[in-house]
């Protein structure tokens, strides 16, 4: 059975840093990986998906890896902002025909001014 | 931008009433799910829907859970005899196909007094 854990469980820093967090997982026979962002009581808005075949994606200042043989990813958050304080998920979608998500209890972010 | 809605954004009810939750998903999407979160817990599937019929549902998706599309639009949720175990944040989601990446709504609160 497919488990995932985030470490830390949340992570406070100041404004201007970079960061990363991190995600893994327990079996490797993935499909791909999504990393998310949650804010308090809303949605969850899909940030980075990347393949299994693939080892990192990009979009601006965010930066996902995936090593899938060892089971993890990180997301690397670059020159950090107040606005991006959130909840960060990862999931991953495991292979073998299953089209669900498995998700991580997520890392809660706070960038403090 | 397309994105999945949901509604009601909160329901309240009576332990024992029926309940459906509405999604509208992503126009030209092909997959939809639904996921739920209970409060400071993880992110867990409960089904996916595919060419009108259940594809995949978890443990939690018992004889009580139901989920429809009724015409080309909506895609529904039912809970036919709520317990208050059910209180949580139902999101549902959507995806094309390649590179299958799931798109979520905003979710609905749902307590059950």
């Known amino acids: 059975k497919q488990e995932v854990t985030q470490i830390p469980a949340a992570l406070s820093v100041p404004e201007g840093e970079n960061l990363v967090l991190n995600c893994s997982f327990t079996?490797?026979?993935?499909?791909?990986l999504q990393w998310f962002r949650q804010d308090p009581g809303k949605g969850l808005t899909s940030l980075l998906l990347?393949?299994?075949?693939?080892r990192e994606q990009t979009s601006g200042r965010l930066n996902a890896s995936l090593d899938k043989s060892s089971g993890r990813s990180t997301l690397y958050i670059a020159a950090s902002q107040p606005g991006d304080s959130a909840t960060y998920l990862c999931?991953?979608?495991?292979?073998?025909?299953?089209?669900?998500?498995?998700f991580g209890k997520g890392t809660k972010l706070t960038v403090n001014p | 931008e397309p994105e999945v809605t949901q509604t009601p954004s909160h329901q309240v009810t009576q332990m024992g009433q029926e309940v459906i939750l509405r999604c509208v998903p992503i126009?030209?999407?092909?997959?939809f799910y639904w996921y739920r979160q209970i409060l400071g817990q993880k992110v867990e599937f409960l089904v996916s829907?595919?060419?009108?019929?259940?594809?995949?549902k978890s443990e939690i998706f018992d004889d009580q859970f139901s989920v429809e599309r009724p015409d080309g639009s909506n895609f529904t949720l039912k809970i036919r005899s709520t317990k208050l175990e059910d209180s949580a944040m139902y999101f549902c989601?959507?995806?094309?196909?390649?590179?299958?990446?799931?798109?979520f709504g905003p979710g609905t609160r749902l307590t059950v007094t």
């Open positions: 999931a991953v979608r495991v292979g073998d025909g299953s089209e669900k998500l498995v």
């Open positions: 079996d490797s026979a993935i499909y791909n």
């Open positions: 990347i393949q299994s075949s693939q």
């Open positions: 126009s030209n999407h092909l997959y």
């Open positions: 829907f595919y060419n009108n019929e259940i594809s995949e």
């Open positions: 989601a959507s995806e094309d196909r390649f590179p299958y990446e799931q798109y």
